[in-house]
Every structure is written in structure tokens, then in C-alpha cells.
């Protein structure tokens, strides 16, 4: 690992300025994607710049009832907390699914979100790789490619995201608030993460130096039935083959609020828009969600050796949107 | 601000607590706890094993919560309590409860795992104990402590692997300490 300079930031504005002022800069939240990283030579950053212990550990209930969660609360203490326990179970669920108690007590939200790719060539600095290295070729078309995307995949990369807990944002029409020297904006979750395109080497909608503070989750999705549900290869402690988190609601026998999003199946927590679309005002029937689920994944375009996620995403959705009619009492 | 004031510095004054002693080192800043740990400080229990997250041997207290020692920069935890296997048991001779447990169930064979899973079994029971769910607790209210079956046990502990397989006997050991 080469050396860098270390600094750590007192507040947002500071870390934004001390960003600016130093090239080759990274923000180091909880370190456990990014130390990884400059471990593997993936990452050769000049700067960190630490933004672990900015005051935005705090999660907030705003009076028009949706909760802002500050972008260094740490995966372990969003997923006890009350709100969002009660209110977003969806979100819990999708935390701990991910990693193990250790990883989550340190990874934090903003982290967790820009977390990069588990891709092994991208991992590996003596493969191509598009992401890490643009115009050196994608080592994972036609190699090992099991784990990869099956949707909005391009020539360039076939990468997947490997938040869990971003997958349950999605679903939940999320905000990612972001703050730079040219100011602070909001994004939905859906579109930060990019889908790879032509330009795989940016993950997400972030411009140099802009910082993450939050995360806000909409008062609509409060108190639904929501679930998250996720394949791997074992019980516990591996990343997603196939997953999804759903929030749905169902009034007077029809489904009129639906938030579908699956992971590990795209560069992006995928939104299954088509499939919602096809669930409003229907009656929550098996058939129905099996309809819905498969004109969404009929735009799969799966790879030499991944086809079994579509059957697999598609078991995963049809099993959580019944189980939530049924608790819905439909 | 603080860390370093001159932009291109490489290393910075970091104080560590260990097991109740302070100490204050120049830390170069690539250096991850598990190392400062092991190499300046001699405290050889926590274990490197994968070095990347993936196997637990490494675990330790940072302020009473678990975390992987190999993927922490010990620059960031400045001001911090760390808390080794070195640190469970008192001043005299007699092991910490759960040590104690391990040896009476036979909870390891080669023991390399060890010091991982005594330190992320205390931390684990803090968690529970403080109201955080896992992915297969069901039914407990937010804020109330979850009760441990083996299945609870499991779960939390997956972050530690053990390439012996003495699986059964830890969560026995473990068992055997809750209040
Ligand atoms: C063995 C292992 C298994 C894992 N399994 C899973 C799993 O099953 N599911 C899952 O979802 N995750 C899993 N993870 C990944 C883990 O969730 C992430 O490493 C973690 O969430 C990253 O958060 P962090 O705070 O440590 O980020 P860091 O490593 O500190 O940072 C990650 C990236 O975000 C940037 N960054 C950090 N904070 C900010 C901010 N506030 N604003 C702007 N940029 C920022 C950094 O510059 C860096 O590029 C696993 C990790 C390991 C090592
Ligand atoms: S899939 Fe993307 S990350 Fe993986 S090798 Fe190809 S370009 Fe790189
Ligand atoms: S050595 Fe830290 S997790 Fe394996
Ligand atoms: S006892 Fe040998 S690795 Fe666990």
C-alpha cells in the first residue's frame, strides 16, 4: 500500500473543503469496503479524508413523518433502531442480512451505499476490468460470471451492486442526501446507483468531492407491510445471488401502493416499475404477482452461466408479495 | 480538523487504550489495528487470518462493540478503548466466565478461531442484551432484549469462522454464560 495523508473532518462544510484541497482524496466512513480496497490496490488514494465521526449519526423523525438517517449512523444501529423497526421493517430485514455483527457495527450508511462492486476481476489488479481500469476490457463476460447481473447489464460491465440494505431503499423511494461546495441536493436511491452504460467506472450519480449526509425515508412507505428476502450461497455472512425487498399495500381487496426492487441482479438496486404497474388495482392473488414479477424479468438478458437468477429472483418476489397479502389480510 | 497539518505526512500521534493502558504511538497511517496490535504491541491473541474481513479471527472491543481489527486504521480510532482476549480476564488468575466456558465444553481444537470468538460472543451479548434484533429473531419488541436460542447464537456468530468445525460446542459455551 502506498502512504497518504490523513486528516479527519469536524463537519460537513470542513470535509467538503479539505476533499477540495487535497487530490487524489477519498472520505473514509466506516473503512470496511475502502481499507479493503487499498489493500488489494484497487484503491491507491494520496488523501483520506475521515468523515466516520461528522455529527450525522443521528436518526430523525421530521414532523411531516418521514426519518432522516444521518450518513454515519452505522449499519448494527440503524437496523435496532425503534423507527425504523417498526415503521420500515423492510430496511432492518435488508441490514441484517448483509455482512456479520462486526462488519455492521462499523460500516456506516453513506459507506454502505458507495460500497463497490464484489466483481472478482475488479478485485484483482492483474485482470481487465472497465470499472477499475476503463478501456482494458470487462475479464467477466467471458469468464467467471456467476454472480453477475442479468438485467440493464452493458458490453462494458456486467457488475452488479452488492448493497443489501440499498435494495431496501429503493423499494422504499429513498432520497440520498448529498452536500458539496457547489451545495447540497437530494437524489432518489433508485437513480444515485447508475446502470453501467458506457461508463462503468462511475458506480453512482456523485460528483467528485460531494459528500454523502443522509438518507431520507418518505412518510408514504411508513408502516406498510414490508419484507426483504435474500439467496445465498450460505445461511448467513455471504453476499446476494438473488434478492428483493417489497412494500405493499392493499386496500379494500386491490393493491394500491407497491415498491418492488431486487438486488444482485443489476448494476443498480433494480425497481421493478413494470411489475408494479401491473399490480395496481389488481387483487393480490399468486397468479397476479407471478404475472407482474414475470413482465418485469422478461427484459432479463442472462449470461453463459447466470440464468438461474431470473427463476430464482423470480421465486423470491412471488413468495414475499404473498406473504405480505396474507398479513395484509387480503 | 485533526490528523495531520502538513498535507503528504504519512504518519500521526495516535492514543490507543488497551485493556485499561494508554498508549500513545506514531502510527504510520497505512497501519491497521490487528497490526498495531500484534507488531507494537505484542498482543498476539487476535489472529490474522483472511486480513480482508471475511473470517472474524481478527475480532476485537473497540468502545465495547465488535469490530474486524484487520480492516480498521488505527489512526481513525484515536481516543479509542480497545479491548483484547489479552483484556477478559481479571488481574488474577481466574479466567473470564466465558473462557472458563470455552475450556469446561471444549469449544475449539486448534484454537486459532479462538480469541475471535470470545470477543465477538461478548460483544454479541451486549447487542442482544441492548435490544438489537438479528436476521432470525421474530416477535421481539424494538428496544426489548432478545432472548438467544442456538439459532440466535448462530447467526450472530457467523462472522466468526472456525475451519476446525467446533461449531456445536461454542454455541454450548456460550449458552452456558447467558444470564
Ligand atoms: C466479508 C464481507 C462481507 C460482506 N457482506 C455484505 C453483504 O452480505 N451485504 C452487504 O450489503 N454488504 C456486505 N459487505 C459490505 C459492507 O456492507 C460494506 O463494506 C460497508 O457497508 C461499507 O461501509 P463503510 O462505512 O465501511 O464504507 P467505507 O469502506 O468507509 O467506504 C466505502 C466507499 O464509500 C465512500 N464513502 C464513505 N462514506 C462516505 C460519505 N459519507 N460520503 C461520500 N463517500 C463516502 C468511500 O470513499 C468509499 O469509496 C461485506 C463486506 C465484507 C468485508
Ligand atoms: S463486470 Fe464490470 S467490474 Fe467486473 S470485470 Fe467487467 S467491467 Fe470490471
Ligand atoms: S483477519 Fe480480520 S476478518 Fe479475517
Ligand atoms: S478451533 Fe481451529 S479454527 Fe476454530
Redesign the pocket.
Known amino acids: 500500500m502506498k502512504t497518504f495523508d490523513y486528516v479527519r473532518a469536524a463537519s460537513p462544510e470542513e470535509a467538503a473543503e479539505l476533499f477540495a484541497a487535497r487530490p487524489g482524496a ?11 480496497l487499498m489493500k488489494l490496490g484497487v484503491e491507491q488514494p494520496d488523501a483520506l479524508v475521515d ?1 466516520s465521526r461528522l455529527p450525522l449519526d443521528e436518526v430523525e423523525e421530521l414532523p411531516d413523518g418521514s426519518l432522516r438517517v444521518g ?1 454515519t449512523v452505522r ?1 448494527s444501529d440503524l437496523a435496532a433502531h425503534p423507527a425504523v423497526r417498526e415503521r420500515y421493517p423492510v430496511l432492518s430485514q435488508a441490514l441484517l442480512a ?3 455483527g462486526q ?1 455492521r457495527n ?3 450508511t ?3 451505499l ?3 462492486t464484489r466483481c472478482p476481476y475488479f478485485q484483482d489488479i492483474s485482470k481487465p476490468c472497465n470499472k477499475r481500469a476503463p478501456g482494458s476490457g470487462c475479464g467477466a463476460r467471458e469468464g467467471v460470471h456467476r454472480d453477475h447481473a442479468v438485467l440493464g447489464h452493458s458490453p462494458h460491465c456486467i457488475a452488479t451492486h ?4 440499498a435494495v431496501a431503499l429503493a423499494a422504499l423511494d429513498a432520497r440520498v442526501e448529498l452536500y458539496g461546495t457547489e451545495g447540497a441536493r437530494s437524489v432518489p436511491v433508485a437513480d444515485f446507483v447508475r446502470l453501467p452504460g458506457e461508463h462503468p467506472e462511475r458506480d453512482t450519480e ?1 460528483a467528485p468531492g ?3 449526509t443522509g438518507v431520507l425515508l418518505p412518510a408514504a412507505g411508513a408502516g406498510l407491510p414490508s419484507a426483504y428476502r435474500k439467496a445465498r450461497d450460505r445461511a448467513s ?4 445471488l438473488a434478492s428483493v425487498a417489497v412494500v405493499l399495500r392493499v386496500t379494500d381487496g386491490v393493491v394500491d401502493q407497491a415498491g418492488i426492487a431486487f438486488g444482485a441482479l443489476a448494476h443498480r438496486p433494480w425497481r421493478a416499475r413494470r411489475a408494479e404497474q401491473a399490480l395496481l388495482g389488481a387483487a393480490p392473488t399468486q397468479a397476479a404477482f407471478e404475472h407482474a414479477v414475470d413482465l418485469e424479468l422478461s427484459a432479463a438478458e442472462p449470461l453463459r452461466d447466470n440464468a438461474y437468477k431470473v427463476p430464482l429472483a423470480r421465486s423470491l418476489a412471488v413468495d414475499v408479495l404473498t406473504r405480505l397479502a396474507r398479513a395484509a389480510g387480503a | 480538523m485533526s490528523g495531520s497539518n502538513d498535507p503528504g505526512s504519512t504518519c500521526s500521534e495516535t492514543t490507543l487504550t488497551v485493556n485499561g493502558k494508554p498508549h500513545t504511538l506514531l502510527v504510520d497511517h497505512r497501519r491497521v489495528l490487528l497490526d498495531v496490535l500484534r507488531e507494537d504491541l505484542e498482543l498476539w491473541g487476535a489472529r490474522k487470518g483472511c486480513d ?3 473470517c472474524g479471527a481478527c475480532t476485537v472491543l473497540v468502545d465495547g462493540r465488535r469490530v474486524n481489527s484487520c ?1 480498521l486504521l488505527a489512526v481513525a480510532l484515536d481516543g479509542s478503548e480497545v479491548r483484547t482476549v489479552e483484556g477478559l480476564a481479571g488481574d488474577g488468575e481466574d479466567l473470564h466466565p466465558l473462557q472458563q466456558a470455552f475450556l469446561d465444553r471444549d469449544a475449539f481444537q486448534c484454537g486459532y478461531c479462538t480469541p475471535g470468538q470470545l470477543c465477538s460472543a461478548l460483544g454479541m451479548l451486549d447487542e442482544a442484551a441492548a435490544g438489537h434484533p438479528s436476521r432470525v429473531t421474530t416477535d421481539v419488541p424494538a428496544g426489548r432484549p432478545v432472548p438467544l436460542d442456538r439459532d440466535e447464537i448462530r447467526e450472530r456468530l457467523s462472522g466468526n469462522l472456525c475451519r476446525c468445525g467446533a461449531y456445536p460446542r461454542i454455541v454450548d459455551a456460550v449458552e452456558d454464560v447467558i444470564p
Open positions: 477519498r472520505y473514509l466512513g466506516g473503512g470496511t469496503n475502502l481499507v479493503d468523515v450518513a449499519n448483509g455482512a456479520s462488519l462499523a460500516a456506516t453513506g459507506g454502505n458507495l460500497q463497490r452488492p448493497s443489501d440494505m456523485i460531494e459528500l454523502v455472512y455471504a453476499f446476494a | 480482508h474481513g471475511q480492516l
